[in-house]
């Protein structure tokens, strides 16, 4: 009989940050499920399927931006389900400024990522606050 070790699913974005924060594509793609789904609920334009397109933008995240860097700030788990608070920044290529700031909503099975809903948005520059979203 073989037995299945299976992580608590904050380990598996754990191994995502590291592999992320070391740019190691190989590590990344462990972390994911061959048919991973992303969703990107307020840009539906971003959205795809599979491990392949995850490996694919990744490494161009990391050609563009070579010096990337994510934060795993705050994480909560309830059964398969990470919700994760994520800062990410770096320096692009063309030496502007990336600075992201979101939340990320996984699912976990078998010790990879099956599915996420990604919330990541620019920080802005101060303007006229929340007054703005209304007009």
């Not at 990344?28 to 959205?47: A, G, I, K, T």
């Not at 996984?106 to 303007?127: A, C, F, M």
Request: glycine fraction near 6%; hydrophobic fraction near 40%; charged fraction near 30%.
């Amino acid at each position: 009989m073989t037995t299945k070790i299976v992580l608590n699913p904050r380990l598996v974005i754990e191994r995502a940050e590291k592999a992320l924060n070391d740019h190691d594509i190989q590590a990344m793609e462990e972390c994911f499920s061959p048919f991973y789904l992303s969703e990107q609920p307020v840009h539906p334009d971003r959205s795809f399927r599979g491990r392949e397109r995850v490996v694919e933008e990744w490494a161009e995240a990391f050609r563009r931006v070579p010096n990337l860097k994510a934060e795993l700030l705050r994480c909560a788990v309830h059964e398969d389900t990470v919700w994760a608070e994520w800062h990410m920044h770096g320096t692009r290529a063309d030496n502007k400024k990336l600075d992201l700031w979101g939340v990320a909503i996984y699912g976990v099975k078998d010790n990879r990522i099956t599915w996420s809903h990604l919330y990541l948005e620019p920080i802005q520059e101060p303007g006229e606050g929340i007054v703005s979203l209304t007009g």
